[in-house]
């Protein structure tokens, strides 16, 4: 067994333990740590798949920014303590996520997955290497070139969110 085997495995249990200990635990506190676990496994198959760059936005923006804004979410609501209650929309919830996976489960075995190499274009396997040859350096090029007003108003929007949750937390 490769050591990017070993890594991959290790990765994978890491992940469905964490992701299950997200859905398990009443104390949303935690709950919402392990998901930063999840987000990490999820970046560490990125690398695996030798996709840095959206490896580093998944640790960036996933672990990052959105698990903060969570966690900050967290400490502003009142009753933490209590966790998730039950409700009345609880069975209709299992119901729907045991459809939703029988369905994909269904166009998963259906799939003739073999087909796909031998498109042309994007999908094919010619052009994947092509593709995803210089990724990191083209997506660089975009954001600070063609979309830097959008990437700095992502930017703005971002510090606007921080301010405003800052002055909702400060004592009157």
């Known amino acids: 067994m490769l050591f990017q085997d070993v890594i991959f495995w290790l990765l994978a249990a890491v992940g469905v333990a964490a992701a299950l200990g997200v859905v398990l635990l009443r104390d949303i506190f935690r ?37 903060i804004l969570i966690i900050f979410a967290l400490m502003l609501t009142q009753n933490v303590q209590q966790g998730n209650l039950p409700n009345r ?33 994007p999908l094919g396997a010619g052009l994947v290497d092509v593709a995803f040859r210089d990724t990191t350096f083209s997506l660089a090029k975009l954001l600070l070139e063609s979309y830097a007003l959008a990437f700095a108003a992502a930017a703005v929007l971002l510090l606007a969110s921080i301010i405003g949750a800052l002055s909702l937390v400060r004592e009157r």
């Open 31 to 67: 709950a919402a740590l392990l998901l930063v676990v999840v987000f990490l496994t999820i970046a560490g198959h990125f690398f695996l798949l030798a996709a840095e760059f959206v490896g580093v936005v998944q640790v960036l923006i996933y672990a990052g920014a959105i698990s």
């Open 89 to 121: 929309l609880q069975i209709p919830a299992v119901m729907i996520s045991v459809l939703l996976l029988t369905v994909l489960a269904a166009v998963f075995m259906d799939t003739d997955w073999r087909l796909l190499s031998d498109l042309p274009g």
